[in-house]
């Protein structure tokens, strides 16, 4: 049985979202549509336990002064990833803000977070506080280097074993 | 008016509470409590009409003998307002057809039998139009003069033919069709046509819904309408939504107006067919499976090509059975001059034909064959001409030794030669010989019959020798003898000198050389013997021993002129002469 869900990739403009799944799927259409539809799809599929995933992933433009999240896009989502650039203060304040208004919307839904960058750890502006407050949300803090490849299958694996019900795996 | 979940609520409810339902209405209201009595003034008669309406629900049998009453109107009046009461019995009928031909497959084929026949028959004159048809399309494509336009038209724009095929005859074709669960955009089925080409349906289903989305928020649209067409030259994608699920098709051509009408129905089928699955859908597409038979309703194709009487195929098919039908003919003329051939062959003695197969040549028979037998070929000859208009008969031999008594005695004939008095004739292996013959031919005879294939025996029972040569060599000594016996020498008188005797030798010798090979000849052994004689002067005395003087030098005469001594046996005197001087000769034969 494969199961099919949609899950979003959120996060504030130029956190590195597209870079984040760019070896890690299956890609049928190019970036342009991100800056055009503003949103790009693309397909990963992963196994949890017994469950085979098809994970519909919706690499959404970034939000920033100019761009907003499109409220249809989030619709039906089955969980999500926030992504926040360790470099950037202003992305964490994005992302909860993002995550804020996903849980408006949609209620409790699968998530984790994603600590992007961790290539430049030592450029990080965001404080070990922030990323407690990150964890007590109750909810996978990862950290991520697109550049290095690192932990981002853990990301997805982590979004993808909260996806699977209980009794099916 | 209560529904019936409503009373059967109530009915449970009052299960609960004890309630006499053997209870008459004659029963005397002392026995009722405070809330009975309170029901029957408040209903009245119309308690008890309840009570037993709600008895007739509680109680199955009477209940189903209610239901019995309408359920054939009630079936009619729903058939006619929708379809769902056809897709609500298809699983229950298909299931029960399953378990009626599991259990007794007669029945349903007996039920059957009468429209399996023209359903079959009218089956196969559908395939065999559209075999036709499909043909005929086919040579058209490739022979017609305007698909070598359009051959020229691919070459010259750098298109495939096929691509100025669809775009010169297609009016539209139904490529792919999605079923796309609408809240989340994820794809629940896809169908495509077989000549389409297509990428990952996921995808493509899942940004179909994005770009609708992003379209109704980029527009300001009001939330109840929805993207109905996308199109981008001669592809256009059209979308039906439903509550729950959006079919899209994707079109290349002018899609009619009655595709959007079709995609509508099928999408309200789906809805009622599947309801309960689109509410619930959590990623799971299996249920969503069945759906394929009604999205592929949605393939349409409509070309704009008329339709023509299919010439062309029928041409070719004509063309094609006329080959087939020389073809046969053709086969059974050559098999039928083959077997005859074979016949003809196996007929005749002295040939014995071993094998025959077809070849890039023709007909190859091979035939042993009798020294004494005809030639093979002559023997077909008759046919060959005849069977040069469809094949070749070609022999080729290997000699043999037929046992028939003809070719024995044939045989026997040609090795033995006999002489016109002598005839042979052959019975059980035996070789009678009948007549006479000289000495050489039984000699050869005897020699030879052994080595005669086929005869085991000789019968000569009538059969003579004639030995003539003995005869004529008897004649022969008895010239020979004679003409020695005359021969006469003379010697003068009182001589017993040799002298000329030159002529006498010359006729003597040859003679009785001549003598000695026919006498040997003959296995015999001629002995001459010389004698002399006298004149009557003289003595007794003197004349004997000058006879014999004479004798002795004619003896030693010859023998120096080369007579082998073994002849010259004895010289005697001769009695019988008088008065002669000379010698004679006398032939014995031992």
């Known amino acids: ?169 | 008016m209560f529904s019936a979940e409503e009373l059967s609520s109530e009915a449970s409810t009052q299960r609960s509470q004890p309630i006499n339902t053997a209870r008459p209405a004659s029963e005397s209201l002392e026995s009722l409590d405070a809330l009975e009595q309170l029901r029957a003034l408040l209903l009245g008669a119309d308690y008890e009409i309840l009570y037993d309406l709600r008895q007739q629900l509680l109680d199955r049998e009477r209940y189903s003998l209610h239901v019995a009453d309408i359920i054939s109107e009630a079936l009619t009046l729903r058939a006619q307002q929708d379809d769902s009461l056809t897709d609500a019995l298809s699983t229950t009928i298909e299931s029960a057809v399953s378990h009626s031909v599991e259990i007794n497959p007669n029945r349903l084929a007996n039920a059957l039998y009468p429209v399996m026949g023209p359903a079959i028959r009218k089956s196969i004159q559908e395939v065999l139009h559209q075999a036709l048809d499909t043909f005929n399309y086919l040579l058209e494509q490739s022979l017609s003069v305007r698909s070598l336009a359009w051959r020229f038209d691919a070459w010259r724009t750098g298109r495939s033919y096929s691509e100025v095929v669809l775009l010169k005859t297609l009016v539209y074709q139904v490529e792919q069709v999605f079923l796309i669960h609408r809240e989340t955009g994820l794809l629940l089925q896809h169908v495509v046509s077989p000549q389409a080409i297509t990428k990952d349906p996921e995808l493509i289903s899942s940004m179909m819904t994005a770009i609708q989305d992003f379209i109704k928020d980029s527009f300001n649209v009001t939330s109840d309408t929805s993207l109905k067409t996308l199109q981008l030259d001669e592809v256009s994608v059209l979308f039906n939504q439903g509550p729950h699920a959006v079919v899209a098709a994707v079109v290349r051509g002018n899609p009619p107006a009655e595709l959007n009408r079709l995609l509508g129905e099928v999408n309200e089928q789906l809805h009622r067919q599947f309801i309960y699955a689109l509410k619930t859908f959590q990623g799971d597409g299996q249920p969503f499976k069945s759906t394929q038979p009604v999205l592929e309703r949605c393939l349409k194709t409509q070309l704009r090509l008329k339709k023509r009487f299919p010439w062309l195929a029928i041409l070719a098919l004509v063309t094609l059975v006329g080959a087939a039908a020389w073809w046969t003919y053709q086969y059974y003329q050559q098999q039928g001059l083959v077997q005859q051939a074979l016949a003809a062959l196996r007929s005749e003695p002295g040939l014995v034909v071993v094998d025959f197969q077809n070849t890039q040549d023709g007909y190859q028979f091979e035939v042993l064959k009798d020294p004494q037998a005809r030639d093979p070929l002559s023997v077909i000859q008759p046919l060959q001409s005849l069977a040069s208009k469809v094949t070749a008969l070609k022999v080729t031999t290997k000699p043999y030794l037929a046992m028939e008594p003809e070719f024995v005695l044939g045989r026997a004939k040609q090795i033995l030669q006999p002489p016109a008095e002598v005839e042979l004739e052959l019975a059980a292996n035996t070789l009678k010989v009948t007549g006479q013959s000289d000495l050489p031919w039984q000699q050869k005879l005897q020699q030879s019959w052994p080595l005669i294939a086929g005869i085991d025996a000789l019968d000569l029972s009538e059969f003579k020798v004639e030995d003539s040569s003995a005869a004529q060599f008897d004649q022969q000594l008895r010239t020979l003898t004679a003409k020695i016996e005359a021969l006469r020498f003379y010697f003068s008188s009182g001589s017993s000198v040799v002298s000329d005797a030159q002529a006498h030798v010359k006729q003597a010798l040859p003679l009785i050389l001549e003598l000695l090979e026919t006498a040997r000849s003959v296995g015999k052994m001629p002995q001459v013997s010389i004698s002399g004689a006298t004149d009557e002067t003289g003595t007794e005395i003197t004349n004997g021993r000058l006879a014999k003087e004479r004798a002795l030098a004619m003896r030693d005469y010859l023998l120096e002129q080369g007579l082998p001594a073994s002849v010259i046996a004895i010289v005697k005197p001769d009695t019988g002469l008088r008065n002669e001087r000379s010698i004679r000769y006398q032939v014995d034969l031992f």
Request: aromatic residues 8%; contains cysteine.
């Open chain 1, 1 to 169: 049985m494969v199961l099919q869900k949609k899950i979003c990739l959120l996060g504030a403009f130029s956190v590195g979202k597209t870079s984040l799944i760019q070896r890690y799927v299956n890609q049928l259409f190019s970036e342009k549509y991100l800056t055009t539809v503003g949103v790009k799809i693309d397909k990963k599929q992963v196994t949890v336990g017994n469950t085979a995933l098809s994970l519909m992933v919706w690499d959404l433009a970034g939000e920033d002064d100019f761009t907003q999240i499109r409220s249809a896009h989030l619709r039906g989502l089955s969980g999500y990833i926030v992504v926040i650039d360790g470099t950037r203060q202003n992305s964490f304040t994005v992302a909860l803000a993002l995550h804020e208004r996903v849980r408006t919307e949609l209620g409790q839904v699968p998530a984790v977070f994603a600590l992007n960058k961790s290539d430049l750890k030592d450029q990080w502006l965001i404080s070990h506080e922030q990323i407690r407050t990150l964890a007590q949300l109750g909810y996978p803090v990862i950290e991520t280097s697109a550049k290095l490849g690192l932990g981002v299958e853990e990301v997805f694996m982590g979004l993808a074993r909260q996806l699977v019900p209980e009794k099916v795996n």
